[in-house]
């Protein structure tokens, strides 16, 4: 990693029992900030920051120093260096999916689009269209990103180029190359997430190889993580980049292959309802 560059990856699904391993990975591999974004809460926040005494704590007191800088923002420490986290959530909106990072509290699904990026705003959190055009996952598509674009130009808006689009699908159909089009048109941030599924496989342990962004130090306070992207988001957007790889085609389909062997019902469902939202 460039040491002149901060480094973060805005798009994690890690389960509790792998947060420790992908923490420390990233730390190696020279992230200086995570957002760990569940699916409409913000548990793994919680159970890293939770005290000694608490049944859900994820990190070994005995390895780990946390610093708690704000509410929605954690230092951590251990041997080999430090990483930030900041609190985040995944939401599904009645239209598609949404990051929200920076939020005090979680923010329930199934809302619609404008009221989730209402309540994103009313917690000062920014708002970053997930996978915006991968439509049979969930993503919002142009009109969405239209809708919300003329409601909230003012804010903190960002897309993502998505690090689980397989190199096959990407040649074919472009979803990250229009998404940054996309951006360039419009004047808005373009991040990189590598939108990790740690519980299949082990995708978790790509942490840090994967799309991440990476913005010049010279414009991020780390302890004013939320505050500094939104100022990056409002008048430096150009200094936002991709960095990483996608994965492999056959990467993607083996680890959604291994998330419906574990959790059928629910997977077939989410991918079924994604189709039909694609017509």
């Known amino acids: 990693m460039d040491m002149k560059e901060f480094c973060f990856d805005g798009q994690l699904h890690i ?10 990975l990233a730390i190696n591999r020279g992230l200086d900030a995570v957002f760990f974004t569940d699916y409409g809460n913000t548990d793994s926040f919680n159970f890293i920051s939770a005290n000694d005494n608490d049944k859900t704590r994820v990190l070994d007191s005995n390895k780990w120093n946390i610093e708690q800088k704000s509410q929605t923002l954690l230092k951590l420490s251990n041997q080999y260096g430090n990483i930030y ?3 985040a959530e995944e939401i599904k909106t009645r239209q598609g999916h949404i990051l ?3 939020i005090k509290e979680p923010i329930k699904n199934g809302l619609d689009i404008k ?3 209402n309540q994103i705003y009313q917690q000062k ?14 993503g919002c598509a142009r009109e969405g990103f239209d809708y919300v674009y003329n409601h909230f ?43 990790i599924h740690g519980r299949y496989l082990q995708e978790h342990r790509n942490i840090g190889k994967r799309y991440h962004s990476s913005i010049p130090r010279e414009y991020i306070e780390p302890d004013r993580m939320t505050e500094s992207l939104a100022e990056v988001m409002s008048s430096r957007q150009e200094v936002v980049k991709v960095v990483g790889d996608t994965n492999s085609t056959l990467e993607t389909i083996l680890w959604n292959l291994s998330s419906i062997r574990k959790n059928g019902k629910g997977k077939m469902a989410d991918l079924v309802d994604g189709v039909i939202g694609s017509f």
């Not at 472009?174 to 997430?193: D, M, Q, R, S």
């Open 115 to 117: 009221e989730t990026f």
């Open 153 to 195: 130009r003012s804010y903190p808006l960002g897309v993502e180029q998505n690090g689980q689009v397989g190199k096959s699908w990407e040649m074919i159909f472009h979803p990250n190359k229009k998404i940054k089009e996309l951006a360039e048109e419009y004047g808005v941030a373009c991040f990189g997430t590598s939108d």
């Open 15 to 24: 389960p509790p029992e792998r947060i420790e391993e992908t923490l420390a």
């Open 125 to 138: 959190g920014i708002g970053v269209f997930s996978h915006l055009f991968m439509t049979l996952f969930h």
């Open 85 to 87: 986290v900041l609190k």
């Open 100 to 102: 929200a990072w920076g």
